[in-house]
């Protein structure tokens, strides 16, 4: 069974869609340990309750990114993690950090990528009028939101949409995403070949 440590800095919906296709024998690999830089996530809660190990690396009591980093390392390493994933965490992980864990490192980002990286997704979208948006699942590389893209989901975006309203029906999609990205991954389909990934049959 594959296992994969789960980065996390607050509610934790996208962890509690991985745990939810777990337990119905969608995915299979098991969350070896849950890790936030934020000590009271509602993730940090989804995790205990069903028995999967957390770790807290708050970053304001870490000396410097090199430190906070490392320990997130040594708790991936401890858990015999294969693959990190990144479930709504809010720090931007340095290039030594990923290339530690080159290829190793999954994403999932609230828009159709190239268009949209960083910050603030949706408003984006909303303000530039854009008809369609979406979520994307990455492999991660040195850049921001700029890594080989697995799969994306498409979500149109409505005349009267807000932020709050484009993001939740992406939120849905981004649900659906990452459990089929982690499926794929944990049954060896996933080849990537520079920027592109290909789908194994």
Same mark, same amino acid.
């Given at each position: ?18 745990? *939810?296709? $777990?337990?119905?024998?969608?995915? !299979? ?7 936030? *830089? ?8 989804? @995790?205990?309750?069903?028995? $999967?190990?957390? %770790?807290? %690396? ?7 990114? *090199?430190? =906070? ?7 991936? %390493? ?10 709504? =965490?809010?720090? $931007?992980?340095?290039?030594? +950090? ?18 949209? !990286?960083?910050?603030? @997704? ?9 008809? =369609? ?5 990455? =492999?991660?590389?040195?850049?921001? *939101? ?20 484009? @993001? ?23 080849? $990537? +070949?520079?920027?592109?990934?290909? %789908?194994?049959?």
């Amino acid at each position: 069974m594959h296992k994969v440590g789960v980065l996390v800095s607050g509610r934790g919906s996208n962890l509690q869609a991985i745990l *939810d296709r $777990i337990a119905d024998g969608y995915l !299979p690999l098991e969350v070896a340990v849950v890790i936030s *830089d934020k000590a009271n996530a509602l993730a940090l809660e989804r @995790a205990a309750k069903v028995g $999967i190990p957390t %770790v807290v %690396v708050a970053r304001k009591e870490c000396a410097s990114k *090199d430190e =906070f980093e490392a320990k997130i390392n040594v708790a991936l %390493v401890e858990a015999g993690c294969e693959l990190v994933v990144l479930a709504g =965490f809010m720090r $931007i992980l340095s290039g030594s +950090f990923v290339n530690q864990w080159q290829q190793k490192i999954i994403n999932i980002h609230p828009a159709l990528l190239p268009s949209f !990286p960083g910050l603030d @997704a949706q408003g984006q979208a909303v303000n530039y009028g854009v008809k =369609f948006s979406g979520c994307t699942v990455h =492999f991660v590389d040195e850049g921001t *939101d700029s890594g080989p893209i697995i799969l994306q989901k498409v979500v149109p975006v409505l005349d009267d949409d807000t932020e709050e309203t484009l @993001a939740a029906r992406i939120l849905e999609q981004e649900h659906k995403a990452m459990p089929e990205a982690l499926k794929l991954w944990a049954e060896g389909k996933l080849e $990537i +070949f520079g920027r592109h990934v290909r %789908v194994l049959a």
